[in-house]
Antibody, heavy 124, light 106 residues
Framework: EVQLVESGGGLVKPGGSLRLACVAS????????MTWVRQAPGKGLEWVGR??????????DYAAPVKGRFAISRDDSKNTLYLQMSGLTVEDTGVYFC???????????????WGHGTLVTVSS | DVQMTQSPSSLSASVGDSVTITCRTS??????LNWYQQKPGKAPKLLIY???TLPSGVPSRFRGSGSGTDFTLTITSLQPEDFATYFC????????FGQGTTVEIK
């Protein structure tokens, strides 16, 4: 059974930084493509970014609103995904979920496994 | 970027009703379209991928259809556990989600 457990959320002042972590179990983490999706209070889902698996170069891609401020990384020895957030603004407030890319026929991807989420609140 | 437009934003229905939610994309995404269900305080749950394929364990009362730019999610014979918010998501390019449709009890 796949388990994803996020941690690291909390209250941070505008302009501050925070690092989220997501520990994975039940998967071959090293080659898994992983992603962060966030949800502002009462709002919809927003893709934040992703990191490819080790065999695909572990390259990253980000949504425009976070590019240059957020960085996704991974520690395969710890089965852990990270989201380093800096230059935080109130618009970054929300629940941050980690998820895993799953594939069908090698071309369709979807997010089947999700963590429970961790709340980030940016406020002075 | 592909823009997503979901409608309606909310609807009211009764147990046993059939409901349809629409998702439109700003350009063709072929059949690279997924649907998720989310209940308050919970993570999203995958309902349909590749526009019409149900993952194992998803009841057959959920049906997805469409291709190109127009997609629908139909729930036949609504059950109490189906009252939730539904999101579409294109996976043709960088992922993008629709704004969500909340299905409420009438």
């Amino acid at each position: 059974e796949v388990q994803l457990v996020e941690s690291g959320g909390g209250l941070v002042k505008p302009g501050g930084s925070l690092r989220l972590a997501c520990v994975a179990s039940g998967i071959s983490f090293e080659n898994a493509w992983m992603t962060w999706v966030r949800q502002a209070p009462g709002k919809g889902l927003e893709w934040v970014g992703r990191i490819k698996g080790n065999s695909d170069g572990a390259t990253t891609d980000y949504a425009a609103p976070v590019k240059g401020r957020f960085a996704i990384s991974r520690d395969d020895s710890k089965n852990t995904l990270y989201l380093q957030m800096s230059g935080l603004t109130v618009e970054d407030t929300g629940v941050y979920f980690c998820s895993k890319y799953d594939w069908s026929d090698g071309e369709y991807y979807f997010f089947h496994s999700w963590g429970h989420g961790t709340l980030v609140t940016v406020s002075s | 970027d592909v823009q997503m437009t979901q409608s309606p934003s909310s609807l009211s229905a009764s147990v046993g009703d059939s409901v349809t939610i629409t998702c439109r994309t700003s350009r063709s995404v072929r059949d690279y379209l997924n649907w998720y269900q989310q209940k308050p305080g919970k993570a999203p749950k995958l309902l349909i991928y590749a526009a019409s394929t149900l993952p194992s364990g998803v009841p057959s009362r959920f049906r997805g259809s469409g291709s190109g730019t127009d997609f629908t999610l139909t729930i036949t014979s609504l059950q109490p556990e189906d009252f939730a918010t539904y999101f579409c998501q294109q996976c043709f390019t960088t992922p993008a989600f629709g704004q969500g449709t909340t299905v409420e009890i009438k």
